[in-house]
């Protein structure tokens, strides 16, 4: 329900019912779960129950948190203390290479990094969300063009961000760097890592002239004044893929039960999100579950401002009727395939010659299982409830 502020597992418990139905086998879960039976209910035994989550404090992580703090999670007979906050994307990814965390957010290009570059045995298994992301700069900087001689942050070399502000770059006619120093004559602009808490104080503090990244940090500069949004990436490429979900291969060919209970809570996370973003907010701030450092205005802003009048030419194709970050799980071969072959024209720091070996079209096959996706979306009215073509097809579209 819109504006609702207690989770269900909150009402549960708050009737005593909480342990009750974590135990209950076609009983009140399966109920609870849109006629799915829950882990439970087919005897899986409760320490195969047990689910780790890792994430980064951004809004991309949401559907991850409100399957939690919502108990969706509970609702599919999973046993989940509160997510693990991780302070960087490499502290992720080693959470879950070492398996301290059995599902994180990634970004999509990192888990091709780390597939087909690492041989890490992962799998993506939905998208957690879509867009949410932008170009933001001093406040000073009027177009991209004006970027010539200066230094600009993306969160990691293997992200949409690397990738999409490179495409921003070639329309500008500016070069990318990674050594060196900018130059405005030469038309260069220096790329460097930063993690993304550490991009507005660097903003603030002049060391830096942009940043490109998830919010809440684009919306944490607006509000403090530090900077403003020169473009959002869902206006350069409609309703991309920037995070998404991953697990790991051998779990969810040897726990498909659990791992399909995983699945069908993130989805149904997204639904809900979807159709309460005030009251996610609440949720996540500091001001409701804690998952995110960030005060509620910050986190409002970012799950719902998008006011074209107010952005301008930050929102070039109003046409495309896109939110600032959008929320629907499935992972679209026709994303992969553009992803990996912009990928592949990208400056990246590091060995990248894995990238030369790609085939962008074999790639998805590979790298992606959409078959828990597919199942949990079928559970909660298919793909028209996150207004999806029912035949999960789609053709890329993007222009800078």
Excluded at 137 to 145: F, G, L, P, T, Y
Excluded at 314 to 342: M, N
Excluded at 367 to 374: H, K, M, T, W
Aim: charged share 20%; proline share 6%; glycine share 8%.
């Amino acid at each position: 329900m819109p504006g609702h502020d207690i989770t269900r597992y909150q009402f549960l418990r708050s009737l005593g019912l909480a342990g009750a139905a974590l135990a209950a086998g076609p009983g009140l879960l399966a109920a609870c779960s849109d006629g799915q039976p829950t882990m439970a209910a087919q005897g899986v035994e409760p320490d195969d129950r047990r689910l780790r989550v890792g994430y980064l404090p951004i809004t991309d992580a949401t559907p991850l948190l409100v399957a939690h703090g919502e108990g969706f999670y509970a609702e599919e007979g999973l046993d989940v203390d509160k997510p693990t906050l991780l302070r960087s994307w490499a502290q992720v990814a080693e959470a879950f290479q070492s398996r301290q965390v059995d599902i994180v957010h990634l970004l999509m290009p990192m888990t091709v990094q780390l597939r087909f570059g690492q041989g890490v045995p992962l799998k993506v298994v939905a998208w957690n969300h879509t867009g949410g992301s932008a170009l933001t700069v001093a406040n000073r900087i009027a177009d991209v063009a004006e970027l010539a001689g200066t230094t600009v942050a993306v969160p990691f070399w293997y992200s949409i961000h690397n990738i999409a502000v490179q495409m921003l770059f070639a329309e500008a006619r500016l070069t990318p760097i990674i050594t060196g120093e900018a130059s405005e004559v030469d038309r260069t602009v220096k790329l460097v890592v930063l993690a993304p808490p550490d991009m507005p104080p660097a903003l603030a503090g002049g060391s830096i002239a942009g940043y490109i990244v998830a919010d809440p940090f684009n919306a944490l500069a607006e509000l403090n004044d530090i900077g403003k949004v020169l473009r959002f990436t869902g206006d350069v490429w409609r309703d991309h893929a920037c995070c998404v979900a991953v697990m790991h291969e051998d779990a969810i060919a040897e726990r498909p039960v659990w791992a399909q209970a995983t699945v069908n809570a993130l989805v149904k996370a997204q639904q809900h999100v979807a159709a309460n973003r005030l009251a996610t907010a609440r949720l996540l701030s500091e001001d409701g579950g804690r998952y995110l450092p960030q005060p509620l205005p910050t986190i409002e802003r970012a799950l719902t401002h998008y006011d074209v009048g107010e952005y301008g030419d930050a929102i070039e194709h109003q046409d495309w009727e896109t939110e600032r970050i959008g929320f629907q799980p499935f992972p679209y071969a026709s994303y992969t395939t553009e992803l990996v072959a912009r990928l592949r024209g990208s400056l990246v720091d590091g060995d990248r010659a894995f990238l030369d070996e790609l085939d962008p079209g074999a790639v998805h096959a590979d790298l992606v299982d959409d078959s828990l996706v597919r199942v949990a979306m079928d559970a909660v009215g298919g793909p028209s409830v996150f207004d999806q073509p029912e035949d999960l097809t789609r053709t890329e579209t993007i222009d800078v």
